[in-house]
């Protein structure tokens, strides 16, 4: 990182990686059974591209680490996520519903694909607490441990990815258009008519 | 600010990193999970004892690791490919090899989640930002991170303001999953929409501060790498190599 | 010499429709203190960006004309130069603060540090400038733990630690209590008998008619009223631009039209006020 960021964007990071912080926070409040845990960081490459994104995926999960350093390796899940996002955004992936749809499949993929095998890998199929039950249960069914890591995964995060993608696109909505203009994928945002 | 620090807390940060860093990777190589635990968690834990952290530290370890780890007990002694029985409980046979795999794993988490924690626990974070910036990272990074620690607790709190404003307001943040998921949407995004509105308001206060101004920044704290510091380093990167004699070479 | 100078300078906002200003010029002494008044929207906040030069470079939009500062070209020079030689503060108390310091003496620091200040210096200019605003009570207080007119306190020393010798205020008081006006107006007050050059923004006009050598009124686009304050705040059409006159200004007015009497002329301040209504008396 460095000068080339834009101030814009050096001020939106740890908005985003707040917002993910607190998304999660306000899912345990309200006993929601998704994580909504990378809405800043789906937002932020929106707003700004695959390097805003990523830089908010790394540091909400090494801020994580300082209490609970096993998230640190996840971190390449979120790192993932903006990358996928940004280069999303820039195709003008969060545009209309139908851009935001597609968006979101992506963004499931990467997870599934990034995730799948760090848990396998790193932590021999286990990934946190809860989720680690219904993974448990498609082992005692006689699957394998990739193939139960997989289902799991699947339960798990694809209704949240699809939400997630959502609220930043509705977000991105409400933002005005002069502030929007001023990062660097904002254009995509703004009407041409009110040019 | 110049509150009285303990051993660990003084030796400078990125010494301290690069101590922790040949410990983990040297759990890792080893891979005897007595390594782990009855030679890096007790040292750990003296450590953080030493600094007077026993019972925070303890606890921290135990509320980051031990649920994941018991899963991985589980998961792996019940479900490992393997034949040998090690214990047999009724239908439940736990496997000798799944047990002995968790064994290796969860030391290694534990050693190298141990000692990130440790870390942390004894080091300043704006110190530890320092010591990177003067080894080469860029003010901004510096900036990213301490930014976003003091908005993580702002930004809580004032969700909590606004889910309480929400609620005299009739919105239901509980009953069924719908009612509660419908509560998210309007707890969340007023705070993102104007913290996002106002970042063009900081931009112009960063800028009054000088912040894009291209010259090697100062410090008013005061952080310097005793020799003590140096020696340190030196002294785990040779117990580091002979380990790595002893492992791989005798 | 001239502090400042603008030169037709015309700019309409990136989405707006119409321009914001059109063909304002004008200059500042150095040593000058000009208040910028006019009613709300009117585009003052948008010609102290113009003079800080965040108009064009941040705000983007239609610009065209010349900024100078001490009679060169805004755009020769560095973003550097411009923070030490231009301060900056506005309204918001609350988003003037870094985020990342932990007490004011630090946060007050932060501005130094950035210019890459030596260590003593800083400490020896942040605690100069905290026992000259009065603020060494703050000194080891969070900055999240202050109130609004602390903060924008915080926010003036953070500024003026750099020792600048032009200062851009823009509508300071605007969110704060009256008993922290006046302690913003104190460090006002201060920059003045320290001969820094002054543009500031504000709608507390007895204030302004107290401190200000000129007064600026700027409404539908354009610079109306330039000209000293004493002149500009003694007229009784400035009240048809939104802009409301001194109280001595306002009787002075009244009394002329009620007694059909002409007066020597119409004070703007307390102290003129006595001597042209002594006679009366």
């Excluded at chain 1, 749809?101 to 199929?125: C, N, R």
């Excluded at chain 2, 110190?127 to 860029?138: E, N, R, T, W, Y």
């Amino acid at each position: 990182m460095g000068k080339k960021l834009g101030m814009m964007t050096i001020l939106l990071i740890p908005i985003c990686i707040a917002i993910n912080f607190v998304g999660g926070q306000i899912v345990t409040l309200l006993k929601l059974p998704v994580y909504l845990d990378v809405i800043g960081t789906i937002l932020a490459a929106a707003l700004t591209g695959p390097i805003g994104g990523a830089i908010v995926g790394l540091v909400t999960n090494l801020i994580l680490g300082i209490t609970n350093p096993v998230l640190i390796p996840f971190a390449v899940v979120n790192v993932a996520v903006g990358i996928v996002a940004g280069l999303c955004a820039q195709k003008g992936g969060f545009r209309t519903v139908k851009g935001t749809a597609l968006t979101s499949v992506a963004i499931w993929a990467i997870v599934q694909i990034t995730a799948v095998p760090l848990t396998v890998i790193l932590f021999g199929g286990v990934a946190g607490g809860g989720s680690s039950v219904i993974t448990g249960f498609f082992l005692a069914a006689g699957k394998g441990l990739w193939e139960a890591v997989f289902s799991q995964s699947i339960i798990v995060e694809t209704v949240d990815k699809i939400i997630s993608t959502f609220i930043a696109f509705f977000i991105i909505k409400r933002i005005g258009a002069s502030t929007l203009l001023k990062f660097s994928l904002g254009s995509k945002y703004v009407d041409e008519a009110t040019e | 600010m110049n509150k009285e620090k303990g051993i660990i807390s003084k030796i400078y940060p990125l010494s301290k990193l690069v101590v922790i860093m040949v410990l983990a990777v040297t759990a890792i190589l080893w891979g005897d999970y007595r390594f782990g635990y009855f030679i890096v968690l007790p040292l750990l834990v003296f450590l953080a004892a030493l600094e007077g952290k026993f019972f925070s530290y303890t606890k921290k370890m135990i509320g980051a690791m031990i649920i994941m780890c018991t899963f991985i007990f589980i998961i792996k002694g019940l479900f490992d490919p393997s034949d040998e029985i090690l214990w047999q409980f009724a239908f439940i046979g736990v496997k000798k090899e799944g047990i002995e795999s968790a064994l290796r794993l969860t030391s290694i988490i534990f050693s190298l989640g141990g000692s990130i924690l440790l870390f942390f626990e004894t080091t300043d974070l704006e110190d530890f930002m320092i010591s990177l910036q003067k080894a080469g990272m860029s003010h901004v990074g510096s900036f990213i991170f301490l930014s976003t620690l003091q908005m993580i607790p702002q930004f809580a709190k004032k969700s909590k303001v606004i889910m309480q404003a929400q609620r005299a307001r009739g919105i239901e943040t509980e009953g069924n999953l719908l009612v509660r998921m419908k509560a998210f949407f309007p707890m969340l995004t007023p705070l993102i929409i104007s913290s996002i509105t106002d970042i063009e308001d900081k931009v112009i206060t960063m800028e009054a501060r000088a912040f894009s101004v291209d010259v090697k920044k100062t410090y008013l704290r005061v952080l310097n790498i005793k020799t003590s510091d140096y020696v340190i380093v030196v002294s785990s990167f040779i117990l580091f190599v002979i380990f790595l004699v002893w492992r791989y070479i005798v | 010499m001239k502090a400042l100078e603008v030169v037709n300078v015309t700019y309409k906002y990136p989405i707006a429709k119409e321009n914001v200003l059109e063909n304002i010029s004008f200059s500042v002494n150095k040593g000058e203190f000009v208040a910028i008044v006019g009613r709300n929207g009117c585009g003052k906040t948008t010609l102290c960006n113009i003079l800080r030069g965040f108009i064009p470079s941040f705000h983007k939009g239609k610009f065209k004309g010349n900024v100078l500062i001490n009679e060169k070209d805004i755009n020769e020079m560095s973003m550097g130069e411009i923070a030490v030689e231009v301060g900056f503060v506005f309204q918001n108390p609350f988003i003037q603060v870094s985020g990342v310091k932990n007490s004011v003496f630090h946060e007050v620091a932060y501005g130094l540090e950035n210019l890459g200040m030596a260590r003593e210096e800083i400490i020896e200019r942040t605690d100069k400038i905290l026992k000259d605003l009065k603020m060494d009570d703050l000194r080891d207080k969070h900055p999240v733990e202050l109130s609004g007119g602390q903060r924008q306190r915080v926010a003036l020393a953070s500024v003026l630690v750099m020792d600048p010798n032009i200062l851009i205020i823009d509508e300071p008081t605007s969110q704060l209590d009256p008993q922290s006006t006046e302690k913003v107006f104190e460090i006002i007050r201060l920059l003045k008998e320290k001969n820094k050059t002054i543009i500031l923004v504000e709608h507390k006009i007895d204030l302004i008619s107290e401190y200000a050598d000129r007064v600026i009124l700027i409404d539908n686009k354009k610079i109306v009223f330039d000209d000293l304050a004493k002149k500009v705040l003694a007229r009784k059409e400035v009240m048809s631009y939104g802009v409301n006159l001194p109280q001595v200004a306002k009787a002075g007015i009244r009394f002329e039209e009620q007694t059909g009497q002409e007066l020597d002329f119409i004070p703007s301040v307390l102290k003129d006020a006595i001597s042209v209504f002594k006679k009366y008396v």
